[in-house]
């Protein structure tokens, strides 16, 4: 069965060459033959007979889709552009690992780029990484073609060596790549690693992959399972579909099962409550407490110039008549000035903020909710009586970004409620 395997993958690789040689000819595009035919890493495919529920988990995931990204894929192309290709291989390395590695990307567009490159980050990726040279900014040593690295000391595969490294248990190895920092000036740009460092988690030793790499929202241990079809039951498993909160490109891509848990490990994120509601001159002062409950990180985390987490607060009259509203989308999918949102704002050299983020110069603003912490919030509701509704909303980016990237409503980026509450006033 072995044999089958390799066979049937020299005849994709074979058949890809072949593909990919002739397109170039025609596209009088420099040959790259020696750089697809040397391609040490192995496509999630080859791992997915024996790691089929491993494979089936990752498919779809923001990993896999991490170049074929649209989002990204566009923004990796404006900052190509704007730094004449100071940008290429920085971006990729984090979302193109194997491109980079194999010298097929840049270019930037992926035209380069075979198969196993273009599956992101993917199985033979994360297991080929043997260290990492600190955190950030794709710091990992790999090794491709040869053992599997990872984090059982008692592994026993017919298929291929395997070797133990304690980097998988921790931390720092999601830190590798989940903590980003300008190229030029150095300034920190995705903290995630370091807001979780610094936070009550990584005290408690609880790692993002005790979150990320379980079937449900929080930690579940035990969570016995096998590991490869011919493998032993293990009291723990580690599942394989890092969610986080992107639901959007999900959809997109056609991951409805991803971008069904990733709406579940919002809404299991925060808490919204009403702490004080006070009455003077007939206006009505609610004081909002948002709760980060179920991040390890700040809330939002990640690529935080473009996230949107916002308050929208309606009121009602006795007789159901809105008299407030704050934070309600307007017909073009803009937040109306005014609006509570927890993001972080970056200006350019002329002060100019910017979600191109490799403009960045200085962060102007953060204004998140930190892991197990909080935010309160006050809102003047211009009568004595009625009722209240608060919504804590998320959304991956903000409407008019999208917009200036791609044209006018190419993409409608949806947002999704991930906690609220309602009170009589
Ligand atoms: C022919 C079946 C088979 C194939 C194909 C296969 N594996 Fe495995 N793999 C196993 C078995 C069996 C184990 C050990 C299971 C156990 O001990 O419970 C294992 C263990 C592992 C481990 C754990 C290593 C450690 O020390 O923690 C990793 C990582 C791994 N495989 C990655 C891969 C990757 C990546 C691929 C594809 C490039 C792949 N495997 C292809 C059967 C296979
Ligand atoms: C983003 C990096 C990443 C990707 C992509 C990835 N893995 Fe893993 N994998 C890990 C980490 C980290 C662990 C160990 C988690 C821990 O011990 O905390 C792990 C554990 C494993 C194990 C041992 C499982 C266990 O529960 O002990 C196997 C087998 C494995 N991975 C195979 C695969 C296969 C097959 C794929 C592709 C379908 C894949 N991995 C994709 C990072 C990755
Ligand atoms: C080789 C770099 C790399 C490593 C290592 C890595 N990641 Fe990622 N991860 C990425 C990139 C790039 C994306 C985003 C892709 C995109 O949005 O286009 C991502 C996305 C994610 C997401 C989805 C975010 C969302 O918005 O839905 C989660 C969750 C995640 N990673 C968790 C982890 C965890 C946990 C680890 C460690 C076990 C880890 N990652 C290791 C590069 C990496
Ligand atoms: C206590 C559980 C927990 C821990 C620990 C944790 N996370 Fe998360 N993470 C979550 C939850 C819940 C979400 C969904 C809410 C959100 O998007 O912030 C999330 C979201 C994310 C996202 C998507 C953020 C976005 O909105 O784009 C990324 C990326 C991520 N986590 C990476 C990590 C990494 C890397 C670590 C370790 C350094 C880590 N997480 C530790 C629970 C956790
Ligand atoms: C050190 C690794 C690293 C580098 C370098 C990096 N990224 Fe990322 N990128 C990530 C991770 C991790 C995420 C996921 C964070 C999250 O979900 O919020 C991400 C998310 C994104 C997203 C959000 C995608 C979505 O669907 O929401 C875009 C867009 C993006 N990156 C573009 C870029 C561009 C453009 C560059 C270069 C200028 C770049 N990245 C450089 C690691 C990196």
Known sequence: MNKKILGLVFLMIFLFIAGCGSKEVEDKVPVKEEKLAVNPFSPATDCSFCHNQFYNEWRGTMHNLAFTDPFYAKMAE????????LTDKYCANCHIPIGVHTGQVPPVDGSGADTISL???SCDFCHAVEGAKGIGNGSF???PGGAKYGNLADADSPMHKTVYVELFKKAEFCGMCHSVSHPTNGLPLETTYEEWKNGPYAKE????????MTPTPGVKK????????????RNHIYTHTFVGGNFWITEIMGAKEVAKLARERLQAAAKVEIVNVTKQGGMTKIKVRVSNVG????????LTESRQLWLEVTAYDGNGR???????????????EGTVIYHTEVVDESGQVTEKFWRATKILKDYRIPPKGYREEEFTIPNSSGSVIVKLNYRSANQAFLDELFGERKYTVPYLTIAQTRKKY
């Open 141 to 143: 040593i790999v090794n």
């Open 205 to 212: 030793g609880i790692v993002c992959q005790d979150c990320h």
């Open 295 to 302: 991040a390890g990180h700040y809330l939002p985390t990640g």
């Open 78 to 85: 404006v900052a190509s552009r704007e730094t004449e290709g």
């Open 222 to 233: 035990p969570n016995p399972g096998k590991v490869a079809r011919q493998g032993r039951e």
């Open 322 to 336: 809105e008299v407030y509203s704050s934070g309600k989308l307007d017909q073009d999918g803009m937040l109306p």
């Open 119 to 121: 599956e992101g980050v």
